[in-house]
């Protein structure tokens, strides 16, 4: 028994000084992260910076920007392509050139130019929200095509059954992506339910008011109309108008999609002004947009020799889906910068 008391007493004395000589252990990642990071310039070129979805984008990015010892910016073209293209053609000329440029695209072809020029200096390129024919580094942002099934499925269900089964589209343009892969997305469940007929499909060119005019029409030409879907909650609010002028919010159920900020989405489903939203989750999103610039800028590879699609995911929420953290709030996140 002694001697095996010894040998523990032994065993457990060695284990001591293995443990007390070993040396510690530095964790390389933190120092490799900071030295890919640190200094790095990042740019967000939006359609517009008033609007929701462009200043919760500029938060998140910020916030995560200048944790990891970057330098963020932004630019505002206030809805002008010229202006957003001339702010693209200064950042990537400057000798404070991005090494990732974040843009909003108006539309498919308007920038390409400009972002292969980027990418051939060396800054890498990510396109957010809007898709363009450009093979940008990353797209993070919305299946368009799946959001608009996702919309169609929703009047379908709102308009019931016993309907007129008549709906209509307020579309974007004819050249903006979201609107176009939007459409084809509605159309693909159209085909699949025949017994429901567009009966008007006017473009708004993303203008609330245009959107209250054109709906106004239509309600006037087809005022049986059940469902109405407009492409972007920055102009269904006119859409919104016109319904409630012809008093028939009732009647017709309305179906836009948005940036899931609250004013402009949760209070809407909550008041009826709109009977379904699918909402991009922002945070998460922007989420995304902070870990691709992470991978990016220490992956060593250059800039125009990665092509990834990270889609936001996303459903169509009606007022019985509603819950506390459904929606961010603008005005929140405006507070919490002070």
Known sequence: MKYVKALFAAATLSLSVFVTAAPAQEDPGPAAYSQALNGKRVMLVPMAMGFDLAQGWAHYLQTEVEAFGGVFETRDPNWSVEAGAQAITEAISSDTRPDVLIVHSPDLNSYARLLK???AAGTYVILIDNPA?????AFVGSDWDRLGQLEAEAVIKGCGPNSSKKIGLVQGD?????????YAGITKVLAKNPDFQVVAKPDSNWDATTSRNVTTTMLQQHPDICGIIDFWDG??????????????QDKVFLVTTGGGEK???CDNLENGTYGAVVMTELHHQSRDIN???KFLLQSGQPAGTSKAYIYTLEKATTKADLKPDSCWDLKALKTAAK
């Open 291 to 293: 870990a691709i610039i």
């Open 235 to 248: 102009d269904a609010s006119g859409a919104a108008a016109a319904i409630r002028d012809a008093k028939l």
């Open 263 to 265: 004013a402009a989405d």
């Open 117 to 119: 020029k980027a990418q």
């Open 133 to 137: 024919n450009f093979a940008a580094d």
């Open 174 to 182: 004819q050249v903006n992506a979201s609107s176009l892969y939007q």
